[in-house]
């Protein structure tokens, strides 16, 4: 079946990075974009970025950009989403997301989500 | 401050028709994008119910409908049953930040 299999949970201290990875499986990897969105504890969904799994290129959104990024191992279905300078805002659960519907990336709705992943940011 | 304003919060009695509204700008909704619409219930990821205004992914009842008109979008639940108490998000692209943007959520109770 279609899935995404997330990395485990992290605890970092403000200013250190942390890489989460995103597995996929029952679908063809390069066929769509993957994104990656988190969730504050308490709050709503924030979109973070897009990567296209088939020849790598990315979009940040401007809330992360400069401290985001976001690369994909083709040999192994998986998308790697690194954080850096962390600080305490950052703490949340992160999310990759398949998208679907849409030729252009951007427009997508995301249909397959993994079980996310929870970043705590604490000294 | 999220780019798509949603209620807080709304309520409904099992079997009634509850709606939830989305409203955006110029620069999302009110540009032509699309707007898709996910549940979430608590400690899980969210859920897609909705894609492009008023399309439903397989396996999602069709008591779950939607709907968009100039710079808002509406989620519709009609027949509504206990096990729909969860967390309504409304999702859209906004030009202006050259991104996808959400509402705030709404949270649905069941009476």
């Known amino acids: 079946q279609v899935q995404l299999v997330q990395s485990g949970a992290e605890v970092k201290k403000p200013g250190a990075s942390v890489k989460v990875s995103c597995k996929a499986s029952?679908?063809?990897?390069?066929?769509?974009?993957m994104h990656w969105l988190r969730q504050a504890p308490g709050q709503g969904l924030e979109w973070m970025g897009i990567?296209?799994?088939?020849?790598?290129?990315?979009n940040y959104a401007q809330e992360v950009q400069g401290r985001v990024t976001m690369t994909r191992d083709t040999s192994t279905s998986t998308v790697y989403m690194e954080l850096s300078s962390l600080r305490s805002e950052d703490t949340a659960v992160y999310y990759c997301?398949?998208?679907?519907?849409?030729?252009?990336?951007?427009?997508?709705?995301?249909?397959?989500w993994g079980r996310g992943t929870m970043v705590t940011v604490s000294s | 401050q999220s780019v798509l304003t949603q209620p807080p919060s709304v309520s409904g009695a099992p079997g009634q028709r509850v709606t939830i509204s989305c409203t955006g700008s110029s620069s999302n909704i009110g540009a032509g994008y699309d707007v898709h619409w996910y549940q979430q219930l608590p400690g899980t990821a969210p859920k897609l119910l909705i894609y492009?205004?008023?399309n439903r992914p397989s396996g999602v009842p069709d008591r779950l409908s939607g709907s968009k008109s100039g710079t808002s979008a509406s989620l519709a639940i009609t027949g509504l049953q206990a096990e729909d108490e969860a967390d309504y998000y409304c999702q859209s692209y906004d030009s202006n930040l050259s991104g996808q943007v959400f509402g705030g959520g709404t949270k649905l109770t069941v009476l």
């Open positions: 997301a398949r998208g679907n519907y849409y030729s252009s990336g951007y427009l997508d709705a995301f249909d397959v």
């Open positions: 029952g679908y063809s990897f390069t066929g769509y974009y």
């Open positions: 990567i296209n799994p088939s020849g790598g290129g990315t």
């Open positions: 492009g205004n008023n």
